[in-house]
């Protein structure tokens, strides 16, 4: 490789960082001199030793093994003390013998974390098929399949069968059932959605006692369709991003009138990470 032909680096990459791309570009371009089936067999073969081999990270729970494909994974794992503190100390709190529910799991951040502290049992919903595959995946790298179910799923208003805006080779990003003109991702993946009710009453899960609410549009459908299991009594904490907005004030109202009141407010931009309690 001449000097024209090499990575050029950007400001703020290290020395290391634009060797390593070097030399991944030089991978890529030996690569390309291969027929076509031996480089199917080489990239495989790379494909399967670099998912294999996961990244820990120490927490105060104890190490967590994240399964890593692109960038953002990476990123999920290296900043799950960080990008949302407030949550963290949220799962600190949780008694032992809870259920929690994470509603938009993403690849597990913080079921895992919730499986570390040692609580009884966790459901992680995640509809966009390349984040279940690391959610799952997450789960066996660390033996946590016996505490956690994974599950293919969305959890919305009722049941339906809706349409995710989703990259499968955009892997750990944050997707929605809601078109956005700013949004890159014109694919489309058809996912099953269940409500709150439904998940309890007709398909015997187990009434959560916390529930994480991450689901970008989707928040306020979400606490529509959970209104009996709310009323129940056996749910006690719901920790959810909110918006200052009528859609944020519905929200409350509607979580008010099941008995809850607002606990803890942690502000981070245009929004802030809530949680709700239950009144004893």
């Not at 990476?74 to 949302?84: E, N, V």
């Not at 928040?219 to 009996?228: K, Y």
Request: aromatic fraction near 8%.
């Amino acid at each position: 490789m001449n000097k024209a032909e090499r990575p050029a680096a950007t400001a703020g990459t290290t020395f290391k960082e634009w060797l390593v791309r070097v030399q991944f570009s030089l991978l890529r371009r030996l690569l390309a001199t291969l027929p076509p089936a031996d480089r199917a067999r080489v990239q495989s073969a790379f494909t399967q030793q670099f998912l294999t081999e996961t990244h820990t990270v120490e927490t105060p729970a104890g190490a967590i093994s994240f399964v890593l494909l692109g960038r953002t994974s990476a990123g999920r794992a290296t900043t799950i003390l960080t990008k949302q503190p407030a949550t963290i100390r949220w799962i600190d709190g949780f008694r032992p013998d809870g259920v929690f529910w994470d509603i938009g799991a993403n690849v597990g951040v913080y079921s895992l974390y919730a499986a570390r502290r040692g609580i009884a049992h966790v459901v992680a919903f995640e509809p966009a098929a390349i984040n279940y595959f690391l959610l799952a995946a997450n789960c066996e790298a660390n033996g946590l399949e016996a505490c956690i179910d994974s599950l293919l799923l969305g959890v919305g208003e009722d049941r339906a069968m809706a349409h995710l805006e989703v990259s499968q080779f955009a892997s750990a990003k944050s997707f929605s059932f809601r078109s956005h003109p700013e949004r890159t991702h014109t694919s489309r993946q058809p996912a099953l959605v269940l409500s709150i009710d439904r998940l309890v009453d007709e398909f015997g899960l187990r009434c959560p006692t916390y529930i994480k609410i991450d689901t970008p549009g989707m928040s306020e459908a979400v606490i529509t369709g959970g209104q009996r299991t709310f009323q129940t009594g056996g749910v006690r904490e719901i920790h959810m991003e909110l918006r200052e907005s009528k859609a944020g004030q519905r929200i409350t109202r509607m979580l008010e009138r099941c008995g809850f009141t607002l606990a803890s407010r942690d502000v981070h931009g245009g929004t802030s990470d809530v949680t709700f309690a239950r009144q004893d």
